[in-house]
């Protein structure tokens, strides 16, 4: 079994991006293979009412409910977002959100934000937070958006000790209070590995060391990204069975409930 | 500082080993067998099927430079990685940390490249690193590194863009020796502060157009910023081939640089990027044919010093 934490479904305004339907996302993930995928709109990013882009994974996902688990993208910064997050979650049976504080111009420590991740994690809802959509050396022109720092995400999961996150596409971890055992942070939050080593420095196995394998699982950042790094990295991992169906899937289905 | 104590030499075990994870991780077993149909082999049980007959060859690595105090067990862990990888030879440089380069820091950081060859003999191919604004010492150095010491390529820089004509006589002289050129490479919309002189693939294209046979190689499109964009300017500069490596795994690149430039213009990298380098190839939805070519079969073309 394998369960992809980090995959998206629609357009994203500066790049093409292909098997970004429901079906054709499907037809991929069978070939690799990858059970189960947590999707959201790449529309969102960049649409200024990302309420729009859940709406549409809502229909894309409707008959796929089975393998596809929608994630809402939501601006706390954006009328009404109180009313989008209900929808969202009672309406749409979404169990969890992505932020993107850089991509929408807020701080994750802005009163609005804090009362979003409040009010999901009052609705047992995940929230998860890509450290980046795109590397910043190929932002278009008209985008220049920064990474969210390691040490905003620390704050955050300090600040909101009974939400749960999962932190996407970061790196440095190792080098941060994030990565580092008795860090006097909660153990509210997973660490997604598609950017991080599995060789060399190996940044994956020295976090199993300090956290444990029950803190990371895997994503592939698909159809931004190829799935097979993220699925190699898992491959080539110096780590046991049992730690790599932990970050494969087992971390995961426990957070979410599959 | 004198070179180090060899370490353990490939044994035909550890070499059969690195071969067969190539079948697994890379699927290249299956290129092979295109190759081989294609030109009337068998396809199995014979001697031609042995898994090492089409080396992969990572052609944009690097060992550490020695100011590094882990250096020795760093480059320990990228032949270990490309064991697991199914990489058999890395085509290494190793830069000074800060550049430009000083004539002084390139001939060490080439001393410890070719020190790396001994050490990992048949794995590390090194390419001779040198700043054009060294005029003599750097043309010397390539004499030296290329002629002497058995070094497979010259790896530029920064320190300038590759159209300024101090770079002129090192293309010249790599057109005379018949080696290819490594050019580091980026194209952003918002500058490189930090590389005022960095070139993209315009630029190699430029230099191409100039020296028709020169070989060269443009560096890491997977982290070079726009890649669409690199991928273009180097669309009508069939004398520069295209280095897969870098960081960035953005589906589609593989896919689009095969479609442009063609298959027998990419060359598999990772720039130390070990499993996107790997994992893009792999995912990419090329014919295993292309493929090979991709992972071995153009730099092994690239290295041969005869002239065809």
Known sequence: ?258 | MNPTEPQPRVTRRTFLKHSVAATVVLGVAAGRAADRAESGQPAGGTRSDSPGQTKVIDCHAHLNHRSRSTWEADDRKLIEAADKLGIDQLCCSILTPRRPATAEGFQECNRWVEDGMRRFPGRVRGYCYVNPGCRQEALEEIRRCVGDRGFVGIKLYNEYTCTEPVVFPIVELAIELNVPILHHAGHAHHPFEDQPRISDGGHLAVLSHRYPEAKLICAHVCGGGDWEWTIKALRDAPGVFLDTSGSVTDEGTIEMAARVLGADRLVFGCDMSMTAGVGRIRGANLSVRDKAKILGGNIARLLQRQKS
């Open chain 1, 1 to 258: 079994m394998i369960i992809d934490v980090n995959a998206y479904l629609g357009h994203f305004a500066f790049r093409q991006l292909r098997h970004n339907t429901a079906a054709s996302l499907l037809l991929w993930m069978d070939a690799k293979p990858i059970d189960k995928a947590v999707v959201s709109s790449a529309s969102a990013i960049t649409y200024r009412n990302a309420q729009a882009g859940n709406e549409e994974i809502f229909e894309e996902v409707k008959s796929h409910r089975d393998r596809l688990l929608p994630f809402a993208v939501l601006n706390p910064f954006y009328a009404g977002w109180q009313d989008d997050l209900r929808i969202c979650h009672e309406d749409f049976g979404m169990s969890g959100l992505r932020l993107y504080p850089k991509w929408h111009n807020y701080q994750l420590s802005d009163r609005c934000c804090l009362d979003l991740v409040n009010g999901a994690t009052e609705r047992r809802m995940v929230i998860s937070i890509p450290v980046r959509v795109e590397d910043n050396r190929q932002q278009s022109w008209l985008a220049n958006v920064p990474d969210v720092p390691l040490e905003e995400l620390a704050a955050l999961v300090k600040a909101c000790p009974q939400a749960r996150f999962i932190l996407l596409n970061g790196l440095g971890f190792a080098n941060s209070p994030l990565g580092r055992k008795d860090n006097g942070l909660p153990a509210n939050y997973l660490i997604e590995i598609s950017r991080l080593s599995a060789l060399l420095d190996n940044e994956i196995g020295q976090l199993i060391a300090r956290l444990g394998a029950e803190r990371l699982v895997l994503g592939t950042g698909m159809p931004f990204s190829y799935p097979d790094p993220a699925l190699l990295k898992l491959e080539v991992l110096p780590a046991s069975k049992e730690d790599k169906e932990k970050i494969g899937w087992q971390n995961v289905a426990q957070w979410l409930r599959f």
